[in-house]
């Protein structure tokens, strides 16, 4: 898979706190979640109890497409920076499992003290960048519908 651009890479592993939105039935729901970032498989991973509102609601819905956002916060208008996204939340298995544990406890090594560590997988299929620091407004946009052709 192709990865967003390095300038969008560069700055999500900059962060450790994502806000995912949900809807069901037409009533959306936002949680805030630390993650870990596989940018070879361009891939946050995200640890969330099944009990909890966003995931019971995505799974009893079906809909596994979320979108999100990360940002630097700021008062200064120059140096807004911040991304949005959309993709889908699946569930880890077999070496991607491995791979997505080692990676957040290695992130956050205070995860090891959780009686249990559901991890998840939100694969992005759209990111779009706002990077003031590049000039007022400017944005950067990644498809992965532009890197299948």
Not at 6 to 24: G, M, P, Q, V
Not at 65 to 75: P, Q, S
Not at 84 to 92: A, D
Request: proline fraction near 4%; hydrophobic fraction near 40%.
């Amino acid at each position: 898979m192709s990865l967003p651009e390095t300038h969008i890479t560069d700055f999500i592993a900059e962060h450790h706190i994502l806000n995912l939105a949900i809807s069901r039935n037409d009533l959306p729901w936002c949680a805030t979640c630390y993650y870990a970032y596989l940018k070879d498989l361009n891939r946050f991973v995200i640890t969330s109890d099944h009990d909890t509102r966003h995931i019971r609601e995505v799974t009893e819905s079906g809909n596994y497409r979320v979108a999100g956002t990360i940002a630097l916060e700021t008062k200064l208008v120059g140096k807004i920076r911040g991304i949005q996204f959309s993709g889908l939340l699946t569930t880890p298995e077999g070496d991607d499992l491995k791979t997505a544990k080692s990676a957040y406890l290695r992130r956050f090594p205070i995860a090891r003290l959780m009686p249990a560590l559901h991890l998840w997988f939100v694969e992005p299929d759209f990111i779009k960048m706002t990077d003031n620091q590049l000039g007022f407004g400017k944005k950067l946009l990644w498809s992965a519908a532009d890197t299948r052709n």
